[in-house]
C-alpha cells in the first residue's frame, strides 16, 4: 500500500469500481480503491439465488440498515439493506437490469444538470454493456455488446413465470421483449446482470473477472484495498486532500494529489461527507464536528420506490420454500445446476415482471411489477407461494440521511418519509388494482391459490379505507434508495453536473446519491453508468450520443477556433 496517489475513490460499490478500473485503464495516474468491506469470492455472492441467505439480515456483505419509524407506514421500522465488500450492492440485489426511461434523464437535464440527457447517458450505458443478445457485436441503437458488465437472459424454466406472463396478457398487458428498448410498457422477462449462471457484480466487471489472485485485473496503477473504513475525508483549507482510513487496527493517513472520488452510496457518501465537515451547519455543530462548509443538502432529497405485494400459497415445488419436499427438489436443482448452471440455482426469483401505466395518459410508466416464485415473509418460510410486487415508480415524497454519530462506523439515521405524500398512496393503489387483477386471471386463478397477506382485499373501489390502510399497514421499500448529494445547478444542490462537490474543492460523488430524481425501474445499471460518466468527467472527455464519439474539451475548443479561422 502506498500513502499517496494521483486519484483516490471511496467505495468499490457499483459506480466506484467503474469509476476506478476506468481512470486506471486510460493511464490518467495511480489509482486507490478503498472498501470497507471484503472480498466478493463467497458462494453466497457469486450463486444467483445466494440472494436468500444476504439479503434478509445483516451479515459479512449486507450493512442491513434500519431506518427511522414512520409515521405514514404505522410507525413502523424499515430494512434497508446495502451491500458490503467488493461490488457493494451488485452483490446482493436481485440483478435486475434497467435503465429506467429515456424521459427520466431529459427531466434531469431539464432540472440543470446539463449533460445528463438521454443522449448524454446513452453511450455510458452502452459502454458499460455486454448484451448477450448481440452475440459479440459492438452494438445496437439500444444495447452494448463489448462492454464489462454481462447482461444475460434467464436461465430458469420455472413454469410459474410463464404463468404469470400468461395471466398478465389475458388482464390485457402485452409482451414486451425488452424493457431496455424502444419501449418499457409491457410484461416479459427480465435481463440480469449474469455470465453463464452466475452473478456477475461490479467488482467481477470492472475490477478482477472472477479471479482471485488479482482483484485489480492486473493493472499496476490500481490499488484496491479491502477491509480500510475511510473515517473521515482530510481537508486543507477547503481542499480535499486526503482520507484516514483504518486498516488492520491502525489509522493511516492517504493522499490524493488529483482528486478524491466519494463513490460510498445514497447512504454512505452522504454520512463520509458530514463526518469530514461538509453537510448542514446546524447538524454538524451538534455532533461536534467543525464545519469546512455548510452544504443545507447533504442527506436530504433522498428517494426510494415504495413496494408492496401480494401473496398467494400453492402447493407446488416449483416454488421456493423451506419445506422437506422444497429440500428434495433443490437438491436435485444443485446438481443441475453443478453440471450446467440452469435451474432454480440460477434464479434470482424474480425473473419476470413488468411496467404498467395505472392511468392510460401517462407518457410513461408509473408502476413496476416484480413475479417472485416465493413467499417472502419470514414467518412462513415453510409455505410454497408466489408474490406479487407493485412499486410506485416516481413517488413524491422525500426523506432524508441524518448522522447518529461522528465516527463513520456508527449506522446513519435514515428516514424515508415513505408515503408522506398521499400521491404515493393513490398510486400504490392504483399498483395494487391492476396486481390483483393479473392474479385473478385463470392461468394462476386455476391452481387454487389461497390468499397469504391480503384476506379478501379486492381492491376494486368496493373498500377503498380497507385498502388504503393496507397500503399503510404493509408497504416497505424495494432497495433503491438515491438521491442524498443531489445534482443540479442552483445553490441547494450538493453538487454540479460535472459531480464536484460544491463550496469545495478536489472532491466529486460519484454513485445513486447524485441522482437528482429517481428513474422509472431498478437502479444498479443506472449507478454503473454514473461511475462510466464519471471517469469521464474527471479526465475531460464528453461522448456524443448521435455518433458515440470520444472528444477532450481543449480539442473540441481548437476545433471551433479552427472553424471560426476559416
Not at 23 to 30: E, I, P, V
Not at 255 to 270: H, K, N, P, Q
Not at 414 to 429: E, F, G, P
Request: net charge neutral; aromatic share 6%.
Amino acid at each position: 500500500m502506498q500513502h499517496e496517489y494521483d486519484f483516490i475513490v471511496i467505495g468499490a460499490g457499483s459506480a466506484g469500481c467503474a469509476v476506478a478500473a476506468r481512470l486506471a485503464d486510460s493511464n490518467a495516474g495511480t489509482v486507490a480503491l478503498l472498501e470497507a468491506g471484503g472480498h466478493d469470492f463467497h458462494p453466497a455472492i457469486t450463486i444467483p439465488i445466494g440472494i436468500a441467505s444476504t439479503v434478509p439480515k445483516p451479515g459479512p456483505y449486507n450493512y442491513g440498515y434500519a431506518t427511522e419509524p414512520q409515521p405514514a407506514l404505522d410507525g413502523r421500522i424499515g430494512y434497508q439493506p446495502r451491500g458490503k465488500g467488493l461490488g457493494g450492492s451488485s452483490s446482493i440485489n436481485g440483478m435486475i437490469y434497467i435503465r429506467g426511461t429515456p424521459s427520466d434523464y431529459d427531466r434531469w437535464a431539464a432540472s440543470g444538470c446539463e449533460g445528463w440527457a438521454w443522449d448524454d447517458v446513452l453511450p455510458y450505458f452502452k459502454r458499460s454493456e455486454r448484451n448477450e443478445r448481440l452475440g459479440g457485436h459492438a452494438e445496437d441503437s439500444w444495447h452494448g455488446g463489448q462492454g464489462p458488465l454481462d447482461v444475460a437472459d434467464t436461465r430458469s424454466t420455472n413454469p410459474f413465470d410463464r404463468r404469470f406472463l400468461q395471466a398478465a396478457q389475458s388482464a390485457g398487458l402485452r409482451y414486451n421483449p425488452d424493457f431496455n428498448g424502444i419501449e418499457q410498457e409491457g410484461v416479459g422477462f427480465y435481463q440480469r446482470t449474469q455470465r453463464d449462471g452466475e452473478r456477475w457484480n461490479a467488482a467481477r466487471a470492472y475490477l478482477h473477472h472472477g479471479n482471485r489472485d488479482a482483484i485489480n485485473g492486473g493493472r499496476a496503477n490500481l490499488d484496491v484495498l479491502t477491509e480500510a473504513q475511510v473515517l473521515r475525508i482530510v481537508f486543507e483549507g477547503r481542499r480535499a486532500v486526503g482520507v484516514v482510513i483504518e486498516r488492520d487496527g491502525k489509522q493511516v493517513t492517504l493522499r490524493a494529489r488529483r482528486e478524491i472520488i466519494l463513490s460510498g452510496g445514497t447512504f454512505g457518501s452522504a454520512q463520509l461527507l458530514m463526518v469530514s465537515g461538509v453537510g448542514p451547519c446546524a447538524h454538524l455543530k451538534s455532533h461536534g464536528i467543525p464545519v469546512v462548509h455548510d452544504a443545507p443538502g447533504v442527506g436530504q432529497n433522498l428517494q426510494e420506490h415504495p413496494n408492496l405485494k401480494l401473496q398467494q400459497r400453492v402447493s407446488s415445488t416449483d416454488l421456493y420454500a423451506f419445506s422437506v419436499r422444497g429440500a428434495i427438489r433443490l437438491y436435485g436443482e444443485w446438481r443441475r445446476y453443478k453440471r450446467d448452471r440452469f435451474g432454480m440455482f440460477a434464479s434470482n426469483i424474480a425473473e419476470t415482471g413488468g411496467f404498467v401505466k395505472t392511468d392510460p395518459t401517462l407518457a410513461d410508466p408509473d408502476v413496476q411489477l416484480h413475479f417472485s416464485t416465493a413467499l417472502s415473509d419470514p414467518a412462513a418460510r415453510s409455505a410454497h407461494g408466489y408474490s406479487l410486487h407493485a412499486c410506485v415508480l416516481r413517488p413524491h415524497s422525500r426523506g432524508q440521511v441524518l448522522l447518529a454519530s461522528a465516527d463513520a462506523r456508527t449506522a446513519p439515521r435514515i428516514d424515508q418519509n415513505l408515503l408522506a405524500d398521499s400521491r404515493d398512496v393513490d398510486t400504490m393503489l392504483a399498483g395494487m388494482r391492476v396486481a390483483r387483477r393479473i392474479l385473478d386471471q385463470q392461468p394462476l386463478a386455476r391452481l387454487g391459490p389461497v390468499p397469504h397477506n391480503y384476506g379478501g382485499l379486492r381492491f376494486d373501489g368496493t373498500d377503498d379505507d380497507a385498502a388504503r390502510a393496507f397500503i399503510r399497514a404493509k408497504t416497505d421499500v424495494i432497495f433503491h434508495p438515491v438521491g442524498t448529494c443531489r445534482m443540479g445547478n442552483d445553490a441547494g444542490s450538493v453538487v454540479d453536473s460535472q459531480l464536484r462537490v460544491r463550496g469545495v474543492e478536489g472532491l466529486r460523488v460519484a454513485d445513486a446519491s447524485i441522482m437528482p430524481m429517481l428513474i422509472g425501474g431498478n437502479t444498479n445499471a443506472t449507478a454503473i453508468m454514473i461511475g462510466e460518466k464519471a471517469a469521464d468527467l474527471v479526465r475531460g472527455i464528453e461522448r456524443s450520443g448521435a455518433a458515440g464519439l470520444e472528444r477532450t474539451r481543449a480539442a473540441a475548443t481548437e476545433e471551433a477556433l479552427a472553424e471560426g479561422e476559416r
